[in-house]
């Protein structure tokens, strides 16, 4: 597990007691969500979990980190027979045919190694590798805000934006694996230059990181926001986080910012729900912590901006499985494996 520091908790989901004995033959799976951090669970076929581990990722060295999801996947699988199958959800590009991890931006390079088949040999499981908002929409879908509709559209803010698609009751990935990068909507045509490469994308205007560099520009730009509670802020570090609970504590700068946010993003979303007719929209990641105050402008910018037979039989809500969603959805995936 390399020098990481290694944390173990314990929890369980949804409405089942906690449970750490391990029952019976119950079938059993692991799901990973794979980014600046390692999160892993051990997991029932109802989606509740049994057991979680994490570990900061290694992000210098490939060799290192393959070596931390194997670490990983062996502490939660412990002395467990009944796990068959690890999922992993995973923050880049995945081709989900060939299980290959094609664009990497923000953990460290391993395409000069085959991962799925290293993860097979070492762990002994079938292993299924997939974007981490796939996997996280996924988990919504099986066990979350999304159960029981066929339709589906998930979003997920928070560093980055991603979303995951279910459309007739089958999670969509496009030709090669690459469908739902949402946050890369084009949204202008004159504005900031995206991670992507690509400029004006939904991202550069709606993420974590976006938000926070909003508020700093409305600090600059207009003296009327100089008795915000954030204004303190700008000598330390000034998070979304810390964006959002000024918002809560109705903070003038905070709620404007998040209102405007919210209106981006309803209007990305509406041209969702007027090219898809889904069902529902599940809106879940760090910048929902926000509560109403984020959702209730997505809301009112979308019923704007969404044809109205559309906009009747689409609901607009928030996430159930909150950080949870990944490692959730993962193991789901690994429950009802389809390659
Ligand atoms: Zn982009």
Redesign the pocket.
Known sequence: MGAQQAEESRQSHGDGEVNHSMAGSEQLYIGLDVGRTIRGALVRADGSILRQHRVVSEVSNARIFIDQLIDVIKALRADTEEVTAAGIGWAGLVNQREQRIEVNPNLVDVSSYDLHAELERATGFTVVIDNDANAAAYGEWRSGAARGFNDVFYVTLGTGIGSGLILGGQLQRGSRGFAG?F??F?ISDDGLE??????G????MASGPNIVRRVREQLFSDPSFSLSKLARDMEGILTAERVERAAIEKDDLALSVLKETGRILGNAVASVINLLNVEVVVLGGGVMAAGDLILEPIREAAQRATLSPALECCRIVPAELGQDAGIIGAALLARDMRI
Request: with cysteine; charged share 20%; glycine share 28%.
């Open positions: 990068e946050g890369h084009k995206c991670g992507c490469g690509g400029t994308c939904l991202e550069t």
